[in-house]
């Protein structure tokens, strides 16, 4: 094999002065795991310009056997997108392919480089009076070639569907270097094995997404915002149910939250509680129409009324401005950001069928508090698709160390209990380096069989991202 100053030099000369690093405080950042779980060691951080520029490099890796780690905007909660320890691969960031490449409205349309943007990508649709639904806490730094190859969910899922829902055609670099340019804005195409489906959610392990063409939808023109208290979580999916029915499904979001995560964003963030007496759950939901006099306002209204007599909604307020309901919001992300604040936290994102959700909180609860008396779950999230995110604190008293010395067991009885209501130990933020052992643990021997010989099908070397979703 070549040495690795030779591969260096090849790899340097497939790019830009700008898009190769190999000085070490450069690098740092692209080395870093969002949550500072993961930290691992490169021989270069590789920046391409251009799709071309993608394909010379893939291929100097693939005669090299030089290990690729495929990485967008980084903000992955899963280990994903970071090289491994031994520093013998390089990073492949997509972060200078940040253009969007055509925008139809008459088509709902819209195809962009893999290194844009979510937020901007959402901008230009917005400027042609369209809306690209995705949208997620990092929006703002997460890339869509990453949203991509994590099939992300985000807030408007119930909706709109996860991002698989919204891809209408890729352009991906292989294993091998070569190009396919799958990039179609069909609806429709029964033309034998749908290809784009391998590449969206596969972490980067089966080839690098350098743009995607995605679906767009009407802006809407009239959205409502209600925050709602409940008394028991066994009312939050018969009120769904509810929501559903009186919406007319132009339900876009329905969030659960809990009396912990409240307080949690009350005391660190600075929230305010926008109803005076305090209950054990709360509901944050979103109606939203196309038109401006679509009537929603009205439906929501009425929803709450039957929604109080019949014993579902203790109280509740709907957003009066649009300030308003960016305040309802920033309750819902406020949650999120004060948890670092409460010491340790191992953190679950399940999913269970909708009618299971109650039964998967109380049965979680249960089994956690029985494990470690004290312990302080906090359970929110998208549950309108069956998502809860749920994430467990130490005791008051505990000791950080000592707690996350429980995370083993705690994954176990939490996922445990989430499979055996046919749900899922992830539900949108992926396999990546964090569940490796998780999946093979509960996924059937049939389905790991078929998913190695994809991966070897298409990447036989085994230089994509490698040892992510499954072991070598």
């Known amino acids: 094999m070549p ?6 030099s090849r790899l340097k000369q497939a790019v830009d002065d ?19 779980t993961y930290f691992g060691a490169a021989l270069a951080v590789l920046r391409p310009n251009s799709t071309e520029e993608v394909a010379a490099i893939v291929k100097i890796c693939a005669e090299t056997k030089t290990p690729i780690f495929p990485q967008g905007g980084n903000t992955g909660l899963a280990g994903g997108a970071v090289p491994w320890e031994d520093g013998k691969g390089i990073v492949l960031s997509l972060s200078r392919m940040n253009r969007v490449r055509d925008i139809d409205p008459i088509d709902f349309s819209i195809t962009a480089e893999a290194g844009c943007i979510l937020a901007d990508i959402q901008k230009a649709a917005e400027a042609v009076d369209r809306l690209y639904p995705l949208s997620l806490g990092a929006e703002g730094t997460c890339q ?3 949203n991509i190859s994590t099939n992300a969910g985000g807030i408007a899922v119930l909706r709109y569907g996860n991002t698989r829902s919204l891809v209408l055609g890729i352009e991906a670099v292989l294993p091998d270097g070569r190009i396919w340019h799958g990039l179609r804005a069909l609806r429709k195409d029964n033309t034998g094995y749908d290809l784009k489906q391998l590449f969206i959610g596969g972490e980067g392990t089966l080839g690098i997404i350098t743009a995607a063409t995605l679906r767009l939808f009407p802006m809407p023109k009239q959205i409502e915002t209600a925050f709602l208290a409940l008394s028991r979580v066994e009312d939050v999916m018969a009120l769904f149910s509810r929501a559903r029915q009186a919406s007319g499904d132009q339900l876009t979001a329905f969030e659960l939250l809990s009396r912990f995560g409240i307080d949690m964003a009350m005391k660190h963030v600075g929230v305010t509680d926008p109803i005076a007496a305090q209950y054990p759950w709360y509901v944050l939901m979103e109606m939203s129409s196309s038109e401006a006099n679509g009537g929603i306002k009205e439906s929501l209204e009425r929803f709450l009324a039957d929604s109080m007599e019949a014993g579902l909604v203790k109280d509740g307020v709907i957003a009066a401005s649009s300030n308003q309901a960016r305040d309802l919001w920033r309750i819902r992300e406020g949650l999120v950001e004060a948890q670092k604040y409460e010491g340790g936290s191992v953190k679950h994102d399940i999913s269970v069928p909708v009618s299971k959700v ?31 995110h749920y994430n467990i604190h130490q005791p008051v008293e505990g000791e950080k160390a000592a707690f996350l010395k429980l995370q083993p067991d705690l994954n176990r009885i939490v996922h445990d209990i989430a499979v055996g209501l046919n749900g899922s130990i992830s539900a949108e933020h992926g396999i990546g380096r964090l569940k490796r052992d998780e999946l093979a643990h509960y996924k059937e021997p049939i389905e790991i069989e078929l998913m190695r010989r994809v991966k070897h099908a298409l990447d036989p070397d085994g230089i994509m991202n490698p040892g992510k979703i499954l072991a070598p």
Do not use: W
Not at 18 to 36: Q, V
Not at 364 to 379: D, K, L, S, T
């Open 358 to 388: 109650a039964t998967f909180i109380t049965r979680a609860g249960e089994a956690i508090e029985r494990h470690v008396p004290g312990i302080r779950p906090n359970a929110f999230g998208h549950v309108g698709d069956g998502n809860i």
């Open 3 to 8: 040495q690795t100053s030779e591969i260096l």
């Open 18 to 36: 700008k898009g190769f690093i190999t000085d070490n405080t450069a690098m740092e950042p692209f080395l870093r795991e969002e949550r500072g």
């Open 144 to 146: 869509i070639g990453g």
